[in-house]
Nanobody
Framework: VQLQASGGGLVQTGDSLRLSCALSGRSLRTYSMAWFRQAPKMDREFVAAIDRSGRTIYYTASVKGRFTISRDNAKNTADLQMNSLQPEDTAAYYC????????????????????WGQGTQVTVSS
């Protein structure tokens, strides 16, 4: 299983970006998916997660109402639409996949995920 994240870039405050995570090697249907981010000298932080069906979604408080996680099982992709970006959103963003059928508060923990993509950098200038 490989995850390929893309879509990062340099934007200004208030702009939007859409990150995409493509999974290869298996069907996306068997994975819950998540996005985490890590700023320099900071711990990796949970951003959003979506269960296998797409019906249950979690967000960290700071992105609620601005970010939307989605998945397209037919295309084997999971996306993160980011609107109203702020300088504090600047970080490397990582997608992650988990085969566990359990989807609860543990899905907000990085250690719950088995597979990780490489980071895609998001930089928001003020």
């Amino acid at each position: 299983v490989q995850l390929q994240a893309s879509g990062g870039g340099l934007v200004q405050t208030g702009d939007s970006l859409r990150l995409s995570c493509a999974l290869s090697g298996r069907s996306l249907r068997t994975y819950s998916m998540a996005w985490f981010r890590q700023a320099p000298k900071m711990d990796r932080e949970f951003v959003a997660a979506i269960d296998r069906s797409g019906r249950t979604i979690y967000y960290t408080a700071s992105v609620k109402g601005r970010f939307t996680i989605s998945r397209d099982n037919a295309k084997n992709t999971a996306d993160l639409q980011m609107n109203s970006l702020q300088p504090e959103d600047t970080a490397a963003y990582y997608c992650a996949a988990d085969t566990s059928p359990v989807f609860d508060s543990r899905s907000e923990i990085a250690e719950s995920y088995e597979y990780w993509g490489q980071g895609t950098q998001v930089t928001v200038s003020s």
